[in-house]
């Protein structure tokens, strides 16, 4: 198998660990609060845990990476979160598109599947260019 075959396989499959991650962190997370809000909190709970599991996976993993110290690593992150601001968008454009027109949880988190599943596409490209690339300074 091709090197680049390898490197996209496994990179899907953390891309499914961090979506499940996301999803299933959501789903605790309004099944814990009801409230005024609950779908917008778990969405921001889910992208918080679904970030933090792919950033540790794509780091070792993926890019390689590793941090000349703590700083050089907070940096790294900052910047790998940054670069997830775009994607965000993508994400919950989906998720929140889908819980429009279809009004179910279960399309809500197709939506937001289907949202991740475009994202992280970008986001590999956008984190090999200007996230892991990077010297520490």
């Known amino acids: 198998m091709f090197a680049s075959t390898k490197l996209a396989v496994k990179y899907a499959i953390f891309a499914l660990i961090a979506t499940a991650a996301n ?13 005024t809000g609950a779908i917008v909190a778990s969405v921001v709970v889910g992208t918080g845990v679904g ?10 993993y993926i890019f390689r990476f590793r941090a000349a110290n703590v700083a050089h690593d907070t940096r790294t992150f900052a910047l790998y979160t940054a670069m997830g601001l775009a994607t965000t968008v993508i994400f919950w454009g989906f998720e929140f598109g889908f819980h429009h027109l279809f009004a179910t949880r279960e399309m809500r988190y197709l939506g937001g599947v289907i949202g991740l599943a475009i994202g992280y596409v970008a986001k590999y490209h956008l984190d090999k260019r200007y996230v892991f690339h990077t010297e520490p300074s």
């Not at 997370?29 to 009801?34: D, E, K, P």
């Not at 970030?51 to 070792?60: E, G, P, Q």
């Open 23 to 35: 999803i299933g962190a959501q789903d605790l997370a309004v099944r814990a609060y009801s409230g």
């Open 51 to 60: 970030l933090v599991v792919k950033y540790l996976l794509d780091k070792r």
